[in-house]
């Protein structure tokens, strides 16, 4: 058996003015994570939440709170995300080129764990030498639609990125993010991802239960046809 799987539904999906009910009914249908989108409007041209709103979350839930900074500078964030209760910090490989070893280490030091996210432009080499660190992230983020929006189609030419991430590190936690859902999910398990970030998909279906467990089996699966 590989990595385990873990199922994060994207709270841009949800309904904002009553987050803490929907944190609670995610994890109540299976949930593993809950995935946070901080939008800076200048890496992307959305604008979404911040630390105020991860501290506000964090008093209704001990869930593992996954968060995905796209913003230009993401140690600014270090910080405030960690005193607000985030628990997971994934920055972008295309702003850190200069400083991802300080990166890494601040989140780290702030007892967050540290994840790397690319673009589906970005060369999967370009996040390597962040996995093979001494001081190395502990997840990589491949975008599997440009950042920014939900709602997007499944890139399946970024499944080649995963294979090949898989193929160089069986033990890496490698999450998924865009466009996932029952009719992409065995693209993407079966390239060898195991963190699964699903937005419209879950929050949008009659049974949000029913979905998460097609995503989490077919993690499962995959793994054992691996």
């Known amino acids: 058996m590989g990595v385990a799987a873990k199922i994060a539904p994207s709270m841009l999906s949800s309904d904002f003015a009553n987050l803490a009910s929907e944190a609670e009914r995610m994890l109540k249908f299976g949930a593993d994570w809950l995935h946070m989108d901080i939008m800076d409007g200048h890496f992307v041209p959305n604008l979404t939440i911040g630390a105020p709103v991860i501290e506000s979350l964090r ?36 702003v850190s080129k200069d400083n991802w070893q300080q990166l890494i280490q601040e989140i780290k030091s702030k007892g967050m764990k540290a994840g790397v996210a690319l673009k589906p432009g970005t060369p999967i ?17 491949v975008m599997t639609v440009e950042p920014g929006f939900g709602g997007q189609k ?3 030419e970024t499944m080649d990125k995963v294979r090949k991430l898989r193929q160089k590190y069986p033990s890496l936690d490698i999450e998924v993010d865009g466009g996932l859902g029952p009719s992409t999910i065995d693209a993407a398990a079966s390239a060898g991802a195991n963190c699964i970030v699903a937005g419209s998909s879950v929050f949008g279906a009659p049974e949000p239960s029913e979905v998460i467990s097609v995503l989490r089996k077919s993690v499962e699966e995959a793994q054992l046809n691996s």
Do not use: I, Q, R, W
């Not at 209704?60 to 910090?89: I, Q, R, W």
């Open 59 to 94: 008093k209704h839930t001990k869930a593992y709170l996954d968060c995905h900074l796209m913003v230009t500078n993401p140690l600014d964030y270090v910080e405030p995300l960690a005193k607000a209760g985030a628990s997971g910090f994934t920055f972008h490989v295309e």
């Open 125 to 141: 080499e370009e996040v390597y030498a962040l996995v093979e660190s001494e001081n190395p992230v502990e997840m990589v983020l």
């Open 154 to 156: 499944f890139m399946t």
